[in-house]
């Protein structure tokens, strides 16, 4: 008889192949068939339902942060925020905001945190998009203190610009190909700046960036 640990292995490597070698529709029914989320969302797991609604689904959860920890999440199966369709997730945040006014009000809370672990380096255990609600009252003995890291002028200029190059290319206001960065060369001689164009209505601009960072 096969050693049990060598036959796991053996296991494991056998799903590792079969998912890599899954198209992208292949996948997602496969995690969805076998997410738990996804189950309660379609009523084959039970849960103690707080909101419900066609396209969402809050519940509390078992292991609590704080008494009225509540779980929302989509019913169709979606992993991390970026997969959602722009609508759900729309629908998603205003329906959170919802149930923290609820909560607030039901359990005499003080505050809410409203977190969302999107990837496992962020703490995502669930393969399902989870929007978690905590209701907090004083000394209840959480912390969520996120620390004070310490940077350099240049860095925050030179993160400001790649953020806001990029949101530039989301949003459609300028091409892919444009937010490579330019080198000079030595011998160019500097010229007048170009005239600055006037800012349309809703425009994401980097000047406006750096003059926050620079305050």
């Known amino acids: 008889m096969?050693?049990?640990?060598?036959?796991?292995?053996?296991?494991?490597?056998?799903?590792?192949?079969?998912?890599?070698?899954?198209t992208p529709e292949q996948l997602r029914e496969f995690q969805k068939k076998n997410c738990i989320f996804c189950q309660i969302g379609s009523g084959k797991v039970n849960a103690?339902?707080?909101?419900?609604?066609?396209?969402?689904?809050?519940i509390l959860d078992i292991n609590p942060a704080n008494p009225g920890h509540v779980l929302l999440m989509p019913k169709e199966h979606h992993m991390i925020l970026p997969q959602l369709p722009d609508e759900l997730r729309e629908h998603i945040f205003i329906v959170a905001k919802?149930?923290?006014?609820?909560?607030?009000?039901?359990?005499?809370?003080?505050?809410?945190?409203?977190?969302v672990m999107n990837g496992p380096v962020a703490g995502q255990r669930a393969q399902h998009f989870i929007a978690h609600i905590i209701p907090r009252k004083e000394g209840d003995g959480l912390s969520f203190t996120l620390p004070s890291a310490k940077m350099s002028e240049m860095e925050k200029i030179e993160i400001a610009s790649a953020v806001g190059d990029r949101l530039h290319v989301l949003l459609g206001l300028k091409k892919e190909e444009e937010e490579k960065p330019r080198k000079k060369a030595a011998s160019e001689t500097p010229k007048t700046p170009p005239k600055k164009e006037s800012k349309k209505p809703g425009k994401v601009d980097l000047d406006d960036i750096l003059k926050v960072l620079h305050g």
């Open 98 to 115: 919802k149930i923290s006014n609820d909560l607030l009000k039901a359990l005499d809370a003080r505050g809410t945190n409203i977190i």
């Open 48 to 58: 103690k339902k707080v909101y419900e609604d066609e396209d969402v689904l809050g």
């Open 2 to 22: 096969a050693d049990p640990s060598a036959e796991d292995l053996a296991k494991a490597e056998e799903l590792k192949k079969k998912l890599e070698s899954m």
